[in-house]
């Protein structure tokens, strides 16, 4: 049989929740877990109503993802992938990618990097409405710089061990990798150059190149890990032709500083929130909501949704290239090496997808 990373996987899908307590740091992260299920959860991980639902702000209804909440998980021993949303996001931001992955037969463990949620963030637009004054964005984003890779290897640590997600039984200690979107394929990248445990990554829509924000130290801080001494992470970059928020010259800024042979694919006609669930929902969401700095006049400039491409272009581009690299990486998979050398903008225009490929 050919190799497909596009479809879904022959393994329905669990979800568990767990809470991460990193007494050193004195940091309680909750963290999301999902993982290929046993036979008996066939189907019900894509029909209502036994798939999963969540809420995260009580102001908005509870959504879906396509996993069964504690399903009983498969036998096997199968690869971890952590992954890291973005600033302001939460550990449930791209089900898509994380349900997608555990179907395939990885374990895929998301932490809620606290201090930096969406609920931290709406917490902070109702102290400036409310006259509080306007919080330093140097200080947010410099608090995080330090947390987020951290919070990143404590969730390996705690995972590994069975702490979070008693699932220790069910992992291949030794292929482990890691993706995130935005602030989180910043962390993506602080992770796998500090981290020597991690052997591949998956950076979406990262942060540290040049950006139009106006601050910038997270550029900085990726310049030493992105070349680790002695050892080359592989490493697929997956970007947004139109990207309002962390443009794609930005993204070919850290592709050329990365070590080895990185590769970038690009979605056409696409912006930063399509590597998010219900895309369309996300995009308008940001681009109306009232922002802080560094995001507020930036905001103005993102085109409405009705002129860019539609989500399940970006499902598809995400799942299957992300896949690929994961099973290239920590599977040896030669299927999926095979497929990621050949050209791969005919593969995805194929399936009504426009890409670039740099």
């Not at 504690?70 to 021993?77: K, L, M, Q, V």
């Not at 969730?155 to 069910?170: P, S």
């Not at 998010?276 to 993102?302: G, M, N, S, W, Y």
Request: aromatic share 6%.
């Amino acid at each position: 049989m050919a190799y497909d990373p596009f479809t879904r996987g022959r393994h329905p899908v669990g979800v568990r929740s767990g809470e991460l307590d990193d007494t050193t740091r004195g940091r309680r992260l909750p963290v999301e877990l999902w993982y290929p299920a046993t036979a008996a959860h066939t189907g019900a991980d894509l029909a209502d109503p036994s798939r999963d639902r969540y809420a995260v702000l009580a102001a908005f209804p509870p959504t879906t993802q396509d996993a069964v909440r504690d399903a009983a998980p498969a036998n096997g021993r199968f690869p971890l992938v952590v992954f890291s949303h973005g600033f302001g996001g939460h550990r449930r931001q791209s089900t898509f990618l994380c349900t997608h992955l555990a179907s395939h037969g990885y374990v895929v463990a998301s932490p809620d990097h606290v201090g930096n949620t969406v609920v931290d963030m709406m917490q902070v637009l109702m102290d400036v409405q409310a006259g509080k004054g306007r919080p330093d964005p140097e200080a947010l984003i410099g608090d995080m710089i330090t947390a987020r890779p951290r919070d990143a290897s404590a969730v390996i640590d705690f995972v590994l061990d069975g702490v979070v997600g008693g699932l220790a039984d069910r992992i291949d200690h030794k292929r482990i990798g890691v993706t995130g979107h935005s602030f989180g394929g910043w962390t993506t990248l602080m992770t796998a150059g500090r981290d020597a445990r991690v052997r591949a990554a998956l950076p979406l829509a990262p942060a540290g190149g040049t950006t139009p924000l106006g601050v910038n130290p997270l550029k900085e801080a990726l310049h030493a890990v992105l070349r680790p001494d002695g050892r080359v992470v592989p490493t697929l970059y997956l970007a947004s032709e139109l990207d309002t928020l962390l443009p794609l010259h930005g993204i070919r800024e850290l592709v050329a500083r990365t070590a080895g042979k990185p590769g970038l694919a690009v979605l056409k006609n696409a912006d930063h929130m399509h590597f998010c669930d219900r895309v369309e929902e996300t995009h308008e969401l940001f681009r109306l909501l009232p922002q802080i700095d560094p995001f507020a006049e930036v905001a103005k400039q993102i085109r409405p949704m009705a002129e860019l491409c539609p989500g399940a272009h970006a499902y598809e581009f995400v799942r299957g290239l992300g896949l690929a690299h994961m099973d290239a990486a920590l599977k040896e998979h030669e299927g999926a090496a095979a497929l990621l050398a050949g050209d791969l903008a005919a593969l995805l225009a194929a399936r009504g997808v426009a890409i670039e490929v740099a």
